[in-house]
T-cell receptor, first 112, second 109 residues
Framework: SAVISQKPSRDICQRGTSLTIQCQVDSQVTMMFWYRQQPGQSLTLIATANQGSEATYESGFVIDKFPISRPNLTFSTLTVSNMSPEDSSIYLC?????????FGPGTRLTVL | KQEVTQIPAALSVPEGENLVLNCSFTDSAIYNLQWFRQDPGKGLTSLLLIQSSQREQTSGRLNASLDKSSGRSTLYIAASQPGDSATYLCAVLYQKVTFGTGTKLQVIP
């Protein structure tokens, strides 16, 4: 199994600012993922964070808005840039280990 | 494009009842299907994982079945308890993970 931690657990931010969310896995994993869960919605995949190369973004998400870093096999960051109230969501990072997907506790972001 | 649907969207049952949550997916080419539980404002907890070659998995009061050919999975919860109240999500994996729409369960004491 994999234990995943995220920081911060929650934040309230002003419109136009940026927030970087950190994700730490307790073991080396090949693939890490970032999801968004908007209020009352299911999870939507933002991107796959690849170690040593650029992240792979899903349709509707772009690197300028959600830059991702993956400096090693246990750590990744997601930045939410130039925030607007529509970015208010829970952001979750995830990894897959032995075909099982594990999730961090999430970061609850509120943009005023 | 894979689409995953869960029915019902919400369910309220008295404590002690057995219940079934349904998950349907449109593309049967999957590696596995996973059921998660999400408590309000929290992350996801994995409940059961069914490989594409398996028909069911059991853990305690939970039993999940998979019929890949018909694109369906069910999560059976026996003798429901108030602590089972949460949102239940199914997710299918094939190259990437696609989540269902979720079923919000409330178990009334």
């Amino acid at each position: 199994s994999a234990v995943i931690s995220q920081k911060p657990s929650r934040d309230i931010c002003q419109r136009g600012t940026s927030l970087t969310i950190q994700c730490q896995v307790d073991s080396q994993v090949t693939m890490m993922f970032w999801y968004r869960q908007q209020p009352g919605q299911s999870l939507t995949l933002i991107a796959t964070a690849n170690q040593g190369s650029e992240a792979t973004y899903e349709s509707g998400f772009v690197i300028d808005k959600f830059p991702i870093s993956r400096p090693n096999l246990t750590f990744s960051t997601l930045t939410v840039s130039n925030m607007s109230p529509e970015d208010s969501s829970i952001y979750l990072c995830s990894s897959i280990s032995t075909d099982t997907q594990y999730f961090g506790p999430g970061t609850r972001l509120t943009v005023l | 494009k894979q689409e995953v649907t869960q029915i019902p969207a919400a369910l309220s049952v008295p404590e002690g009842e057995n219940l079934v949550l349904n998950c349907s997916f449109t593309d049967s080419a999957i590696y596995n299907l996973q059921w998660f539980r999400q408590d309000p404002g929290k992350g996801l907890t994995s409940l059961l994982l069914i490989q594409s070659s398996q028909r069911e998995q059991t853990s305690g009061r939970l039993n999940a079945s998979l019929d890949k050919s018909s694109g369906r999975s069910t999560l059976y919860i026996a003798a429901s308890q108030p602590g089972d109240s949460a949102t239940y999500l199914c997710a299918v994996l094939y190259q990437k993970v696609t989540f269902g729409t979720g079923t919000k369960l409330q178990v009334i004491p």
